[in-house]
């Protein structure tokens, strides 16, 4: 068997998978078993079972989330969203951002260890791929190392075939979320050139994904995501970390030792660590926070009749002695930020309704005035975001009795997902005519359930104008008689 591949220590001067002279070694990590890399293996596979049965599991008739990006609907466990309310999300979002910087102040890179995609599905799907075929770190290596042969090349033919089928899976799995699963159905099984658009993008999506987990892996987390260099600015000495305890761990030596610490300088933290890294040189921005280095310490740990906990889950202040404080200035704003946040999220979306409308002015100038009257017209759209029939009336409120609405005399009614877009005409005498004027147009679900409502304003010349311009045009009728 030949050699493992060189290596170069990590140190914190520089990225630890990149060398001095510019070459990136391809990180082998071993296993570590234990308590935390079994919760987290849990954890794993029941997110992937969320990510992946998002499109199999029905709320309100249909798939939990579903962005029916052709038909401009978006259902979200339940809500529904027109193109309109796309801007609730904003709040969503920014939502979602501060709950990130509430539980990064307390509690680290958990997200990143746990919870992120990449990591997910790199640990625990493609890398348990890569070890039933390959073997262990030091299989890895050798075949890595060793010249071409049958026996490599079959390994790294299944290895990759492997990497593509279940890229493919997950690939059209996410396409689901935008066409539906049986509408991804029927384009596997239609001829590409039908759904070129769909086959081009399974081709590129596919082809990503096997690019990211087969080969860039770690440097998406390194090179590409931000977090990691923004945790700097979100975490601080009291947040949880993990991290060495060195007051107990140094100075490092070998079993048997004297005058020396805990640390038996094995480099077994190393050697199981995803991103490559020394944790004992403190924490570092490739940190991803995996636990890995904790479960392998704490496995030799014990079989040498120490106490576990040399690498922990700690706050930079209590590996140097000091008391870590979960109440501080910090996490009052990221948490008072996270309130305002969710509560700001919480009322966009109650105010979603099951449809959605609008009124607009036709084209043309804002008003008509005619030889008896003045005009306004506008242009209603009304959109059904329910998978049923729905019934609408069209009221005006605030409108004075000599204004005649011409259109929507009778109920509406819209199609599933439907929408239907028809003219509303509001016509006053110019004798009745005394200025511009607001007034509120109101879309009531014929069930009473709802109403939706839009203020608009009806448009004008001044009253006095148009009496001036009565007076002027009766005086040369006169004049002409």
């Known amino acids: ?116 995609p990449q990591t997910v599905f790199l640990d625990h799907v493609y890398r348990r791929i890569e070890r039933w075929v390959e073997g262990d770190a030091v299989e890895r290596r050798a075949l890595q190392a060793a010249p071409m042969s049958a026996n490599k090349f079959f390994k790294l033919t299944l290895k990759h075939g492997l990497y593509v089928l279940v890229s493919a899976i997950i690939t059209h799995l996410f396409l689901a979320y935008y066409v539906s699963l049986p509408e991804v159905w029927g384009m596997v099984r239609a001829a590409p050139a039908e759904h070129w658009s769909a086959f081009a993008f399974i081709f590129v999506a596919t082809f990503g994904l096997y690019f990211n987990f087969a080969w860039f892996r770690e440097q998406l987390c390194i090179v590409i995501c931000p977090y990691g260099r923004i945790q700097s600015a979100l975490i601080d000495d009291h947040s949880l970390v993990i991290g060495y305890d060195a007051t107990r761990g140094e100075p490092r030596g070998k079993v048997g030792t004297t005058g020396v610490g805990d640390c038996i300088a094995c480099n077994r933290c190393v050697q199981v660590c995803p991103t490559g890294i020394d944790i004992r040189q403190g924490l570092q921005m490739e940190c991803i926070g995996c636990t890995a280095c904790i479960d392998a310490c704490d496995d030799i740990m014990t079989k040498l009749k120490r106490p576990a906990g040399l690498i922990r889950y700690d706050s930079q202040k209590a590996f140097t002695g000091g008391r870590t404080r979960w109440l501080r200035p910090r996490t009052f704003l990221y948490g008072l930020l996270l309130l305002v946040g969710a509560s700001v999220a919480t009322w966009a979306l109650s105010t979603v309704r099951p449809a959605n409308f609008g009124v607009t002015r036709m084209t043309g100038g804002p008003y008509v005035i005619d030889a008896g009257s003045v005009r306004n017209q506008f242009l209603v759209r009304i959109v059904n975001k329910r998978n049923e029939p729905a019934r609408f009336l069209v009221r005006l409120e605030d409108v004075p009795k000599t204004v005649r609405k011409i259109g929507f005399e009778e109920v509406l009614e819209v199609g599933p997902l439907g929408e239907v877009v028809q003219p509303l005409v509001l016509q006053q005498a110019r004798g009745a005519y005394t200025g511009p004027f607001h007034f509120e147009v109101r879309v009531e679900d014929a069930a009473g359930r709802f109403h939706l409502e839009r203020a608009v304003e009806f448009l004008g010349p001044e009253a006095r104008l148009l009496r001036e311009e009565e007076e002027e045009k009766h005086r040369h009728e006169r004049e002409r008689h």
């Open 1 to 116: 068997m030949s050699a493992p591949l060189s290596h170069e220590p990590p140190s914190r001067d520089s990225v630890t998978t990149i060398r001095s002279d510019g070459s990136r070694p391809f990180v082998y990590p071993a296993d570590a078993h234990g308590r935390f890399a079994t919760a987290r293996q849990f954890s794993a596979y029941a997110l992937i079972a969320f990510y992946l049965s998002l499109p199999w599991i029905k709320v309100n008739g249909y798939p939990a989330v579903f962005l029916d990006v052709a038909n401009r609907r978006f259902h979200l466990f339940g809500i529904t969203l027109a193109a309109q309310d796309l801007w609730l999300l904003f709040f969503v979002i920014t939502g979602l951002g501060f709950s990130l910087f509430f539980i990064t102040s307390l509690l680290g890179r958990i997200w990143c260890g746990w919870a992120c």
